[in-house]
């Protein structure tokens, strides 16, 4: 019998100066994850999610599906073995394919969620009771992460990133090091700039790791496809096309990955 999950707060610290409103006559959208309250702590604000004990950001989930097998006598084992869930199997473009979903639903009702929102760190995995998988995206509102590990700029794409002030400009020198921040109003989503950055995405949880490294200033980079099966890659190639004239929209999307599917190409959590 499946545990039933309990409930708990999930807290994300973001900066602000000024007094977070929650919004409550927000109608619920499937698709999105808000806060229902505020937290503050010495100098940090978090806005704070009602989750249940197994959801976590895509970035963990992905971490502990890679992490690797505790050793553990016999005894230990066995005794685990007889108590713990059935293993999850999650084929990376089953999550593509719910992203899809996501993407295509704030889109077709004009939510202003931004583009940098299809990010590992702001995607929420779940699961409920019977080990139904949901994925949401975190609404951190128009409040700037606290979290600098979180790059926000890290997925958006060329044409998104290449407008002022999307760039994340570190110098060598930490006295004069400088963050320019996001205008998430010029990082609204559309479905040409969603298929690019949800190929980088499936990037992130095929490899574990991010598809770029440092600032990322160059706007022309494409991430490196050596290592990453072909079955992925291909996908990932197609969507990450410089020219958004040349990606294909949402749906065409979702029938690229339908016909790519692999059965075999799947991970164990």
């Known amino acids: 019998m499946n545990k039933i999950s309990a409930t708990i707060d999930y807290k994300f610290p973001v900066l602000s100066a ?5 919004d409550d006559s927000e109608d619920d959208n499937p698709h999105i994850l808000r806060p229902y309250r505020t937290y503050k702590e010495g100098v940090y604000k978090y806005l704070v999610y009602s989750v249940t004990d197994r959801g976590k950001t895509l970035r963990e989930f992905v971490a502990e599906v890679n992490k690797p097998p505790e050793h553990k ?3 230990t084992s066995l005794r685990s073995s007889l108590r713990r869930q059935p293993h999850i199997r ?7 394919m719910k992203l899809i979903d996501v993407c295509e639903g704030l889109l077709c009702k004009n939510k202003l969620l931004s583009q940098s929102h299809i990010n590992p760190d702001l995607i929420w ?11 949401r995206l975190l609404d951190i509102m ?5 979290n600098e590990n979180i790059r926000e ?3 958006l794409s060329p044409e998104l990133l290449g407008k002022r ?4 400009c570190l110098d060598t020198h930490p006295e004069i090091q400088k963050r320019h921040t996001l205008n998430r109003y010029d990082t609204r989503p559309s479905t040409l700039s969603s298929v690019y950055s949800l190929g980088l995405v499936l990037y992130f949880i095929v490899n574990n790791a991010d598809p770029y490294e440092g600032s990322r200033i160059s706007v022309n980079e494409r991430p490196q496809l050596t290592d990453t099966p072909t079955v992925y890659s291909k996908l990932i190639w197609i969507a990450t096309n410089e020219n958004p004239k040349e990606r294909p929209t949402l749906k065409e999307f979702r029938e690229i990955v339908i016909n790519m599917r692999n ?6 959590c």
């Open 153 to 155: 700029f890290m997925y």
């Open 142 to 146: 128009e409040c700037e992460v606290a």
């Open 263 to 268: 059965p075999k190409s799947s991970v164990c």
């Open 165 to 168: 002030n999307h760039l994340l």
């Open 73 to 75: 006598s016999f005894r």
């Open 90 to 96: 999650i084929n990376p473009l089953d999550i593509i």
């Open 18 to 22: 000024d007094v977070i409103v929650i």
């Open 125 to 135: 995995v779940d699961y409920d009771a019977n080990n139904n998988m949901s994925v």
